[in-house]
Each structure stands twice: as structure tokens, then as C-alpha cells.
């Protein structure tokens, strides 16, 4: 109320919120460097600890065919031969301002972000992930969407019907979704829509950009499938919260005022039963957008998850520090958000 | 008790569903595959068609390790490849065994070699451009085998046997590094439609070298190493119209390719398609439904596919084809008690291959294997060695060279199977149960494929140390001869301290002298009688257990044209014949 009257308040409250975004940005960036540091020692220092040379690491990049030659030319290259903390140095430069590398008749210029090479093919590995990134981003918006609408509402419903039959077989309904896999309820969609009845000639990502129609509509059983796995979860817990709320002094004292069901519900209840769900959600989103492998590998999407897991295989070390430092960012990221969105939702939050 | 009936009734639904979806689309009494039959791909063409126009769609559940043709090493991309890299020689697109047929291809003619096998000609066929219109010279052959065999920190997936076997192929630095105009001397190019090769021994398989993709021209000014994959300059008959690493292209006509110059292209469809990294269950289902024309990986349908496609409708448009690949054993002579012919004698004759064969999938996998050459090899000749009634083992012979190796009641050792190979445990597991009958009891040790060379049953001095007698191994040629086959895995200058392939350790001089004799004897036929004659050599020394000829269950979906198994690339479909009537 303070804000609203008084300007050098409503200043204060402004430089607060900067001050806090602020702060909290820097710590998003010392966690991704954490994180890299922590990546970077795991594939090129904990390999050495236990005995692995720079030789042995230059020999994966040249191949079948490997001579003392080759491995020695790579090893210069890629700068193997260096000391690990000099190695991670590069790596951070080379995110920062890009780096130079020969695999061909001249040098190239792998541009800022430059995570390296890939192992195994010999391309740079941003591209590939710039690539991938904005179809793992848009299965999880459309499948975001759809487990939050649906798990929000069918908790509430649940909630206010407790113990009728719409409660009892939408929460069996969830308790399905939350134990079935994703690889079978998504081939039963492909089974049933795909082959037995074809409404979907094939699952392909068409960019939002080309077709937004298209894109919607060919993506639309990998978000089902996905959806249902987490609105099942989301139902259940916005149940739950919403059996507590509602059993709220407060919501007594709103209903005693006169305030229509809608009214106590939707502001009063939902508002209050909303705040863990949010901070539930920022994780849930940004983790998935890294790691939704399985949905990618069922319904052949070409996003990160799927791109990592072929990294592992290859031991294409690059691509496997390329996606982990991605994930990182959009968990990081959506936190950010999260943290910056409680507050605007539950008052009782300050930056501070 | 409510919520286990509740339980119980969902868990039916979901079953009928799933049956639902197993039974895909029965009660249709469409005959697929055309006028095709079961194995009718196998000797002859399936749905032949000269009807131009069409999209061909190839689906694959995995990555190439590139599409580029002077790095890789996939068969597959070698049949691919063809679409847009003219190689100096390739396999004829036919039916059968005449698909084994090396055909001059970007040369006029198949080389012209000196007498003793150490020079090979070729001339370049006038007329041929780059997608761009440039004429294609000799210099582009040559530098292409420069770059993909000579420049492994940039393209390293190829093989490099033109290094192996060019003069001075072990001094020279590729192309990258060497910048002199004349590049690698022991091939010359005295005007731009004659390419000479000077190797530094008698070499008379040197036709099936130039069918490797690595003789597809590539004009240096455009080459741009590891990334020339995005940029490939086409001389077959389709183009690059897109590539995406890792995820897949599509191929268009390439207006500059004159089928005047090239005898063997029908090039029909319009346009080709190539998706990567398809789930493969997706992948037979697409095939199945015919929604896409071929597997392109070509190793045939997963295991969860193919009840359904061995017997009913779709039975008729599958295709059991020889992969091109031995699975066996070899006992280790270094490994007691293997170092003694009688005991390596007893595992031939006890070994029940058919319990194996069993246990590793029945036929769809393959079938018994007696030889070490698999049946679509040049060279192979059929024999059996160890010949016992429905290939089940002979205990009686078993224990009696058992009592010759001074063994009568049997020995212990040990047998080692790639981890993640299931078949090959499987396969482990079965010979283990096998010899137990005669004595031979067997401990198994599992060891990941990845490192399976590299640092374990590749490794001569682990092998001694650990005492792995028995060490199972799969194999399958570089290029589809005997020499392809037998040299990196009997040859005793295959034995390396890491990384080798010469399982046993085989280094018998008879042996050796006879690969390197009928390589160098210029005349094809009696080369081809002496593959089978060393492959009986392996037998008679008893180190080598032949276990399976593997196959692959292929699919054909009816709209795919043209179809044909190709022995020359491990028995997948021919990709150059391919068409669609879709």
C-alpha cells in the first residue's frame, strides 16, 4: 500500500527489484561456471587422475587408424597436451570469444559460444546444439502448457469433489500417469494414431517460425504423452494444496464475507495453493528442456536429450559438455524466473 | 480389493489396445511387396519398374559417421554414397551373385595392371562434371584419396588401405599439410583423364580399392576438410539440395550428371530423402506401413518386429539376406591348453552349433557356419572340416582328441563376449553349456565392445595373462573377396600389440605365403580358388571356430521399386537401383 503513495518508496521498491535481479543473475553465472568447472574436471581431469593420458584422449579424436604422428598433431591442436587448468581456461575463452582450430586445408573460426569440436565428426558443436535446442524448447512449452492446465484444473476439481467419484477416478487417472513411462505411453499414441488410425501421417519438427499451425499440430502426441506424465503429478499435488488452503481460517473469513465460491476459490485458494506448484514448475520446465530423452526417442525429435545420449555413446566428450552446460543454463534460467515470479504472486515474498 | 479390480480393468483396456496395435491392420488381404515372395530379393529383382519420377525415403535409427564420401567407413554409406560420388569402379546393380561384379564406373575400363600387380591404370571416362559444371580430371581422384586417407585430424573415419599399399604411402603428410603441387608421387596423373597407381607390393584386388567411395572426386579449391560433408560436390546423379548434421538430406537431380557417361545409373526416382536417428521400433513400423522405402542401415528388422513379419502378410516382403559376416571363435595357440592342435580339434568336433545358433535367435540370425568365408564372399567354397549329423557336436571324436591332447577328462578355460552385444552372450552362454558335455568347462568373461580390441582380446600380452582361451569374435570384409576377408584376421602380420583382429595369433609362414601369393597372381580365377583354399588351411590348423554366416531380415514395403540384395555391401538392398512408386 506504501508503494502506491509514496514516489521514494515505489523508488526504493524499484532499486530493490534491480538490485535483487542483479544479484541474482551473478549467481546464475557463478553457478553455470561451477558447473562447467565441475563437467570440465570430470571428463579431462578425473580421466587423468586415474591414469589416462593426453595421448589416449588425442587417439579417440583420430580414430581407427591412429600413428604416434596423428595423435601428436591432434594433441597440439586441441591443446590436449596443456595443463588441465590452462585447458579449462580455453574452454571458458572460447565461449566468451570464440577460438581456432585446423581441421581441413585452413584454420576456421569457431565462433563465440565456441564449445569445441565434436570428436567424432569434426563440427563444431554450437551450431548442433543451436540447432536442437529450439525443439527441446518446444516440446516442453506445448507439453508445459498442457499438464498445467489440465493437472492444475483436475486437482481442483478433485480438491472441492474430495471423495466423490470425479475425485477418486481423476486421481486413479493420475496415479496412472505418474507410473507409466514414457516410452509406453507414447508408442501406444504412435500405435493408435499414427498406424492403426492414421490422423498423423508421420511426428515431425516442423519450426514454429516455417508454420506455427504445423508445428503445433506435429508435435501434439509427443506434448500429450509428456503432459500426462507430469499433469498427473501436477494434479496430485495441486490437490493436495488445495485441501490444505481450503482448510484455511482465512478461507472461512472470505466465505463469511460473502464472496461468491468462484471468488474464494480461484483467489483466495488457488492463489495461495499456486506458489509451491510454481517453484515446482521453473524446475520441472527448465530440466526437461535438457532432458527429455526418452520423448525424443520414441517420437524420433532430434532435440538435446536425444543428442547427448548419442554424444554418450561416441564418447564425444565436446557434445556431452555442450548439453550439460545448456541444461544448467535453462535450469538456472527458469529458477531466475521462478524466484522472480513468487513474489509477484505471494505477497508474503520480499526481495530481499 | 476396489482399487485391484479398477487396476485390473485399465490393465485390460491397455492390453486390448496394445493387441490392437500388434495385429496392424489385419484382415487386409493385399499381397504386399508387389509381385514380390519371400527371399524373392535374394537372386532377383523385386517389382522391377523403369517408371521415372518418385521419392525414394531412407530412414536410419542411427548417424553416419559421415556422409562425406572420403570419411567413412559404414557400408551403407559406401551403397549411399554412389547417388552423388562416381567412383573409379563399382559394384554392377544387379540381382545375385552378378551383384558382386566389380564395373569400371568413373574409369572407362577396369585397371590396367602390370604384370607383377604393382601398377594400376585407369582412365577417366570424357564428359563427367562436378554439380557446378567443372570437368572432372584425374587430379580430383587424386586428391581425393590424398584427403581421406592421408589427413586424420581432419577426416578420420575412412580405411586407409591406399596407404597402405601406395609407395611411399607411410612418408607422405596429406594434403593439408604437404602444400607441393605434386602431392603424393606414387600416383601420378600425366593428363587429366589418367590416374596411375604405384603401390609398393603386388596388389591384383586393386579394382575393388577403387570402388571405395574415397575414389569419388573431390576438387580441392571446394574441399574444406571435416565440414566439406555440408558442402559435397556431386558427381553422380543427385545432389545435396540440404544436409543436416546428424539429422539427415534430401538429395534432388543433379543437372550436370550425363547419363551418356555412366552405363550404370537408371537414377529414376526424382528426389531422395534420408532421415537419421529414427526410433527404430518407427523405423519397421514406417516400413511396415509403407510409409518409408528402405531401412538404409540394411542390417534388417529388430528383434521385437520380427514375429510379425516372419510368418503372415508381411512374410512375403522380407528378405533373408547373408550379412557378409562370420560369427566364430578363435582359440588362442598362445593359451594353453589351445597351444596343442588335439584339445583346439575337440572344440570343433564337440561344439553343438546348432544349440547355439538357437540360443543366439534361430534362423532369422543366421545360419550354421563350417567355413570361415561367408557364402556371398568372393572366394567362398563350400566345405565341412568337422562335419557332424545336423551340425549337433560328436561327443565320441570330441573326447578322443581330448585323449590325444592328453586331456581325457577334459580342461578349463576361458571365453570372453562383448557385453553389450546380447547375441554374443547368448552365444557364449550356449558353448559354455555345449562342451560341459565333454569336459571343457568354461568361465565367461565379458568385456564392452567399444574397448574389445583396443585393450583387451586385441591385446596379445592381456590374452596371455588372463589365459582367454576362447575369444568370440565377428568379422565381415572390407570389400567382398578372400584376401578382403582372410588378411586382417589370419594373416600373422595382422598379430599387433593392441588393436588387432588376429584373434588366434595365427602366424603359420603356409598360411601366409598363400595370401600373399594369390594376391599378387593377376589371374581373378585361380585367386578366387585359393581363398578357398587358405579358408581350408584355417580349418585344417583348427584355431578357427566357425560358428554362424549372420544374416539380416530385411523388409521390403510395397511401394519400394526395384528392389535387390546387394552381396557386395553386406547384404542390404542395392540403394543405386532403388525406386519408388511413391
Known amino acids: ?352 | 480389493m476396489k482399487t485391484r479390480r479398477v487396476t485390473a480393468g485399465v490393465a485390460s483396456v491397455l492390453a486390448l489396445s496394445l493387441g490392437a496395435a500388434a495385429c496392424g491392420g489385419g484382415g487386409d488381404d493385399n499381397d504386399g511387396g508387389g509381385n514380390g515372395k519371400k527371399d524373392a530379393a535374394l537372386n532377383s529383382i523385386v517389382n522391377a519398374s523403369s517408371k521415372k519420377g518418385g521419392t525414394v525415403s531412407y530412414e536410419h535409427s542411427d548417424v553416419p559417421d559421415s556422409l562425406d564420401p572420403g570419411n567413412t567407413y559404414y557400408g551403407w554409406v559406401q551403397n549411399f554414397s554412389r547417388l552423388y560420388g562416381r567412383t573409379l569402379t563399382s559394384f554392377k546393380p544387379a540381382a545375385g551373385k552378378e551383384g558382386l561384379e566389380v564395373v569400371p564406373d568413373l574409369a572407362e575400363g577396369l585397371g590396367k595392371s602390370s604384370p607383377d600387380a604393382k601398377t594400376w591404370t585407369y582412365k577417366l571416362r570424357a564428359g563427367v562434371k562436378f554439380q557446378d559444371g567443372t570437368p572432372v580430371t584425374s587430379k580430383d581422384v587424386k586428391y581425393a584419396i590424398e584427403r581421406s586417407n592421408f589427413a586424420p585430424e581432419a577426416l578420420s573415419n575412412g580405411p586407409t588401405y591406399f596407404k597402405s599399399y601406395l609407395e611411399g604411402g607411410d612418408k607422405y603428410k596429406g594434403p593439408y599439410k604437404d602444400k607441393s603441387a605434386e602431392g603424393l608421387k606414387s600416383i601420378e596423373t600425366p593428363d587429366d583423364r589418367t590416374i596411375v597407381f604405384k603401390l609398393k607390393q603386388p596388389f591384383a584386388d586393386f579394382d575393388y580399392l577403387a570402388t571405395f567411395s574415397q575414389t569419388a572426386p573431390v576438387p580441392q579449391a571446394k574441399d574444406t576438410g571435416a565440414k566439406y560433408v555440408q558442402a559435397i560436390q556431386s558427381t553422380g546423379p543427385y545432389q545435396f539440395q540440404s544436409y543436416e548434421e546428424g539429422r539427415g538430406a534430401t538429395l534432388v537431380r543433379n543437372k550436370q550428371w550425363d547419363p551418356k557417361t555412366d552405363p550404370i545409373r537408371k537414377a529414376l526416382p526424382d528426389k531422395v530423402t534420408i532421415k537419421f536417428k529414427v526410433n527404430p521400433v518407427t523405423v519397421d513400423n514406417n516400413l511396415l506401413s509403407d510409409k518409408t522405402t528402405a531401412d538404409a542401415g540394411g542390417t534388417g528388422v529388430q528383434p521385437q518386429t520380427q514375429p510379425k513379419v516372419l510368418r503372415g502378410k508381411y512374410a512375403n516382403q522380407t528378405d533373408s539376406s547373408y550379412a557378409g559376416a562370420t560369427q566364430y571363435i578363435a582359440l588362442n595357440l598362445k593359451v594353453a591348453p589351445f597351444d596343442n592342435i588335439h584339445c583346439r580339434k575337440a572344440v570343433q568336433w564337440g561344439l553343438d552349433k546348432q544349440s547355439v545358433l538357437d540360443a543366439m535367435g534361430g534362423s532369422p540370425k543366421g545360419d550354421v557356419a563350417t567355413t570361415l568365408l561367408p557364402p556371398s564372399v568372393n572366394g567362398y567354397t563350400k566345405f565341412d572340416t568337422y562335419a557332424t549329423e545336423g551340425h549337433k557336436g560328436d561327443v565320441a571324436k570330441a573326447k578322443a582328441e581330448l585323449k590325444e591332447c592328453g586331456k581325457p577328462n577334459g580342461f578349463s578355460t576361458i571365453m570372453t563376449a562383448r557385453s553389450d552385444r546380447p547375441a554374443e552372450v547368448a552365444q557364449a552362454t550356449a558353448v559354455q553349456a555345449s562342451l560341459k558335455k565333454i569336459g571343457i568347462n568354461i568361465e565367461i568373461k565379458q568385456f564392452p565392445a567399444g574397448k574389445y580390441f583396443s585393450n583387451f582380446a586385441g591385446v596379445p600380452s592381456y590374452v596371455h595373462k588372463n589365459k582367454l582361451g576362447m575369444l568370440s569374435m565377428a568379422w565381415g570384409a572390407d570389400w567382398p573377396t578372400g584376401y578382403g576377408f582372410l588378411d586382417q584376421i589370419v594373416n600373422g602380420a595382422a598379430i599387433k600389440p593392441s588393436g588387432g583382429n588376429n584373434l588366434m595369433e595365427l602366424d603359420d609362414p603356409k598360411i601366409n605365403k598363400a595370401l600373399t601369393d594369390a594376391i599378387g597372381n593377376t589371374d581373378a580365377a585361380a585367386r578366387t580358388k585359393a581363398w578357398g583354399e587358405i579358408d581350408k588351411m584355417v580349418l585344417d590348423n583348427a584355431s578357427v571356430v566357425p560358428v554362424i554366416y549372420r544374416k539380416n531380415l530385411l523388409l521390403r514395403p510395397t511401394s519400394a521399386t526395384n528392389v535387390t540384395v546387394t552381396q557386395a555391401y553386406l547384404g542390404m538392398y542395392d540403394y543405386l537401383l532403388m525406386g519408388s512408386s511413391k
Open chain 1, 1 to 352: 500500500m506504501a508503494a502506491a503513495d509514496d514516489p521514494a518508496a515505489a523508488t526504493r521498491g524499484r532499486t530493490a527489484v534491480a538490485a535483487y535481479i542483479l544479484r541474482r543473475v551473478m549467481g546464475a553465472v557463478l553457478l553455470l561456471l561451477v558447473v562447467s568447472a565441475v563437467t570440465f574436471a570430470i571428463f579431462f581431469l578425473v580421466p587423468r587422475l586415474g591414469g589416462q593420458t593426453a595421448d589416449q584422449l588425442a587417439t579417440q579424436y583420430v580414430g581407427k587408424d591412429a600413428n604416434p604422428e596423428s595423435v601428436a598433431a591432434i594433441k597440439k591442436n586441441l591443446g590436449l597436451d596443456q595443463p588441465v587448468y590452462e585447458q579449462y581456461w580455453n574452454f571458458l575463452k572460447g565461449l566468451v570469444v570464440g577460438a581456432d582450430y585446423t581441421f581441413g586445408p585452413d584454420a576456421t573460426h569457431c565462433g563465440a559460444p565456441c564449445f569445441g569440436y565434436s570428436f567424432k565428426s569434426h563440427i563444431e558443436v554450437w551450431p548442433q546444439l543451436e540447432q536442437r535446442i529450439p525443439v527441446s524448447f518446444s516440446l516442453a512449452v506445448g507439453a508445459a502448457v498442457i499438464w498445467l492446465v489440465t493437472g492444475v484444473t483436475t486437482g481442483v476439481i478433485s480438491a472441492l469433489r474430495k471423495g466423490r467419484p470425479i475425485d477418486r477416478v481423476s486421481m486413479f487417472i493420475a496415479l496412472a500417469g505418474v507410473s507409466l513411462p514414457i516410452f509406453f505411453t507414447g508408442q501406444i499414441l504412435l500405435a493408435l494414431f499414427v498406424y492403426e488410425i492414421p490422423v498423423w501421417d508421420s511426428i515431425d519438427y516442423v519450426p514454429f517460425t516455417e508454420n506455427p499451425a504445423e508445428w503445433a499440430w506435429h508435435l501434439m502426441l509427443p506434448w500429450v504423452s509428456l503432459a500426462f506424465l507430469f499433469s498427473a503429478l501436477y494434479a496430485r499435488l495441486t490437490r493436495a494444496g488445495m485441501l490444505e488452503t481450503m482448510s484455511e481460517d482465512y478461507i472461512r473469513t472470505a466465505r463469511a464475507k460473502g464472496l461468491t465460491e468462484t471468488t474464494v476459490v480461484a483467489k483466495h485458494g488457488l492463489r495461495s495453493a499456486l506458489t509451491p506448484i510454481v517453484t515446482i514448475f521453473g524446475m520441472d520446465f527448465g530440466t526437461l528442456v535438457g532432458t527429455a530423452v526418452l520423448t525424443e526417442t520414441v517420437f524420433s525429435l532430434q532435440g538435446i536429450g536425444a543428442y547427448s545420449v548419442q554424444a554418450i555413446k561416441d564418447n564425444d566428450l565436446p557434445i556431452v559438455m555442450g548439453v550439460t552446460l545448456v541444461a544448467a543454463f535453462f535450469i538456472v534460467l527458469c529458477n531466475l524466473i521462478v524466484d522472480l515470479v513468487y513474489a509477484a504472486i505471494d505477497p508474503r515474498v520480499r526481495y530481499s
